[in-house]
């Protein structure tokens, strides 16, 4: 079946718009909430303040984790098919494919480092209670709509390189 040239640049370029709009709220909106001893202490975590809270308790390593694959790589992944839906042709364009494809492979562990927070924090203490926030719900949002762009860009739009 033949598409439309246009439908080829517009649907990943919605998907991707949609996945931004998402993964901007999931950082802006808690992801997760808590309350210690019956509800005397709430606090809400988001996700750039739960990197800070590991990073000032002495778990670089784990905050790194957090910051790497939680921000860096979806923001560098971002950028890669954004540059990739306006057409812009990178020098190094190959090596760009190849940076895209290894952070494609990598692309879920930011939902298992969120899941590694919540667990984390939620056994912090003895009497915690905690809950998913809305921006838990965002962040997964983004991270399937982008994985789907990502694969919609690359079908429709990447020609493969001649060498």
Do not use: C
Request: aromatic fraction near 12%; charged fraction near 15%; charge should be positive.
């Amino acid at each position: 079946m033949h598409m439309n040239p246009k439908l080829k640049r517009i649907i990943p370029g919605i998907i991707f718009l949609l996945s931004l709009i998402f993964f901007i709220l999931g950082v802006l909106n808690p992801i997760m909430g808590t309350s210690i001893m019956m509800g005397i202490k709430r606090e809400d975590v988001y996700i750039l303040g739960s990197m800070k809270y590991f990073i000032d308790n002495g778990d670089v390593f784990i905050g790194g984790l957090l910051l790497t694959f939680t921000f860096i790589f979806p923001v560098l992944k971002y950028l890669f098919i954004a540059s990739q839906l306006a057409g812009i042709r990178m020098k190094g364009g190959k090596v760009a494919a190849i940076v895209l494809e290894l952070i494609n492979k990598w692309a879920m562990l930011d939902v298992f480092v969120v899941a590694l927070i919540i667990v984390n924090m939620k056994f912090d203490a003895l009497l915690v209670h905690s809950s998913l926030k809305i921006g838990a719900t965002y962040f997964a949002i983004s991270v399937l709509l982008l994985m789907i762009a990502s694969f919609l860009t690359k079908r429709w739009l990447v020609k493969p390189s001649i060498e």
